[in-house]
């Protein structure tokens, strides 16, 4: 497979990821696109940084926010590893961090790379703006006046 082949490969795989195992709970097709020996390099808080864990983060996310979707902004891939910025939107519908539904529509911007390794998913480095999400769910402190 030539460079630019294996891109497009790996930037289709993770387009998946997100489109359908996110944003409809494909959870079938998660198991199709993640490998068994995947490693999160950024795991959210409290979550395990292994495939376990990144399917608990998703189930999780898809029970606080039923509606989660995230519409993807750009894609890039340098061979294997594909990094993507898009922004997450939903509606707080179930606990999520602890805190209780609220019913509010929210969306955060988040950076991932993932790296493919034959057709599968086995890492991955991410940033999201949580600090946003919790502003939109007034569970940030008060600021000291």
């Known amino acids: 497979m030539t460079?630019?082949?294996e891109s497009a490969s790996a930037i289709e795989i993770v387009r998946r990821n997100t489109e359908e195992v996110q944003g409809k709970g494909n959870f079938a097709l998660f198991d199709e696109l993640f490998s068994d020996s995947f490693v999160d390099h950024t795991p959210q808080p409290n979550m395990i940084p292994n495939k376990e864990g990144v399917r608990g983060l998703y189930e999780g996310l898809r029970a606080a926010f039923p509606d989660f979707h995230?519409?993807?902004h750009w894609q890039t891939a340098d061979g294997?590893?594909?990094?993507?910025?898009k922004t997450y939107h939903g509606t707080h519908q179930g606990i999520f961090l602890g805190l209780e539904p609220t019913g509010k529509r929210v969306k955060f911007e988040t950076v991932d790379a993932m790296r493919v390794v034959d057709g599968k998913i086995i890492e991955h480095w991410g940033v999201a703006n949580l600090y946003?999400?919790?502003?939109?769910l007034d569970?940030?402190?008060a600021a000291n006046a």
């Not at 294997?80 to 910025?85: G, I, K, R, S």
């Not at 946003?132 to 939109?136: D, P």
């Open 139 to 141: 569970a940030l402190p």
């Open 3 to 5: 460079r630019s082949a």
């Open 80 to 85: 294997n590893l594909v990094t993507t910025y």
């Open 132 to 136: 946003s999400l919790l502003g939109q």
């Open 70 to 72: 995230a519409d993807i």
